[in-house]
């Protein structure tokens, strides 16, 4: 008898007749199991670690319980008996507020899916979730730590007009207190004095990355403060090759210091079998989104209030209004987040000690990130936002709609209006 042999998920025609789900034969006792094992000589053909009947095609790598099942593609990926599930969300409401690290990535959407794996639990890729610190040597060999607190975090269901992109919650972080209504005038959280000599080597940061917190430069002294990070362990689901997420910045730095190194930054540095830390949320620069970033978008529009500085009032020329513009894909909102200056001022302006009028407050919109991972790798992601040289003007970043692309991609744009 003529027969075939199963290669690397493939099934190579060398000879006809022996069992596959492509070849039409069945064993006389019906085993799904023995026809596997007649195609290829033993019970995983693809590799995937799974064997039939778990591994509902046992021909192609990318279908087992360990597989997102995409919607749409009219493909059983998982295996659970059903063709394109519905896409799953699984906000907590924790007994206690804030809640455990945990809820915080159940409230960014990453979320247990519907298959059996093969330790008779359903597949989740969230390995382990936990609050992160800073920590590094600062005058006079001091060591000083940052470390996460439970008034910088929240689970929220919405920010002013801001709402959840996926679910019915999403992530809060802030270098400050959460929702404070005047986050401009919020005192730091780190004792007075709080200062390390290098973040960009404790954080640490790769040069490009360490250039976001002192406006260019690749290198030097740089401290950062009111610490606030979500560690993310996540296991790849075994089809995915890009993970995706939605983050929209905010900060009450804009626009008195703006072009300056003194700059709050937004951060997700991710290790993977690709990247070694670099920061995943960044601009076409290639610098982390900050007040300098181009998609700082959501300010007062230009040429702002009378009495502007003239340097101050080019800050505004990349802003599109204070609710967004949606002829040019902007969205969220700053009303309501005191990130719109309202609440200490009725026309968004502040008046420092020097006597400069500033504008103050200002926002990203919603944005979407993609990075590129390996399929069932096991990456970490660090979610992150500080105050950089001192604990004033806070900043404050909404982290949600965590999900897989089926194809390697990269890059930070504008999502969809509704998703």
Request: hydrophobic residues 40%.
């Amino acid at each position: 008898m003529l027969r075939r042999t199963c290669v690397a998920g493939l099934i190579l025609a060398v000879s006809a007749g022996c069992g596959s789900k492509s070849g039409g034969f069945t064993p006389a006792d019906g085993g799904v199991q023995e026809a596997s094992l007649l195609s290829c000589g033993h019970a995983d053909c693809d590799g995937d670690g799974y064997a039939s009947p778990a591994d509902c095609d046992d021909t192609n790598a990318m279908i087992n319980p360990e597989a997102f099942d995409f919607a749409g593609d009219g493909v059983d990926n998982d295996c659970d008996g059903t063709v394109d599930d519905p896409v799953l969300t699984c906000e907590t409401v924790p007994a206690s507020a804030p809640g455990t690290p945990t809820d915080f990535a159940r409230a960014a959407d990453l979320c247990a899916q519907h298959s059996i794996t093969n330790a008779g639990t359903v597949f989740d890729p969230l390995v382990h979730a936990a609050w992160g610190q800073v920590q590094g040597l600062g005058p006079g060999e001091t060591l000083w730590t940052s470390a996460t607190k439970p008034t910088q975090v929240a689970i929220a269901t919405s920010m002013g007009q801001n709402q959840p992109r996926a679910g019915k919650t999403m992530v809060g972080l802030a270098n400050g207190v959460w929702a404070v209504a005047d986050p401009r005038s919020d005192p730091a959280l780190d004792p007075a004095g709080f200062h390390i000599n290098d973040a960009c080597s404790d954080i640490p940061l790769v040069a490009e990355d360490c250039a976001s917190l002192s406006d260019g430069t690749p290198s030097g002294d740089v401290s950062v403060q009111d610490w606030a990070e979500l560690d993310l362990t996540v296991k790849v689901p075994s089809n995915v090759q890009a993970v995706t997420f939605d983050f929209s910045f905010l900060s009450s730095e804009f626009n008195q210091w703006w072009q300056s190194a003194a700059n709050d930054a937004f951060f997700v540095l991710v290790t993977s079998d690709e990247l070694q830390g670099e920061n995943v949320a960044k601009g076409a620069d290639g610098l982390a989104v900050t007040i300098n970033s181009s998609f700082f978008q959501l300010c007062p529009a230009p040429p702002g209030p009378p009495g502007l500085s003239a340097d101050k009032s080019a800050a505004l020329t990349s802003c599109v209004g204070l609710a967004g513009d949606p002829s040019q894909s902007i969205f969220g909102a700053l009303a309501g987040t005191g990130y719109d200056g309202a609440a200490t001022s009725s026309n968004d302006t502040a008046t420092a000690v020097n006597g400069n009028l500033y504008v103050y407050g200002g926002g990203s919109g919603w944005l979407n990130a993609k990075f590129p991972v390996t399929p069932s790798e096991t990456i970490v992601m660090r979610v992150i936002v500080a105050d950089a040289f001192d604990g004033l003007k806070d900043s404050a970043v909404l982290f949600d709609a965590m999900g897989w692309e089926p194809t390697s991609q990269t890059g930070v744009g504008r999502p969809p209006v509704n998703q």
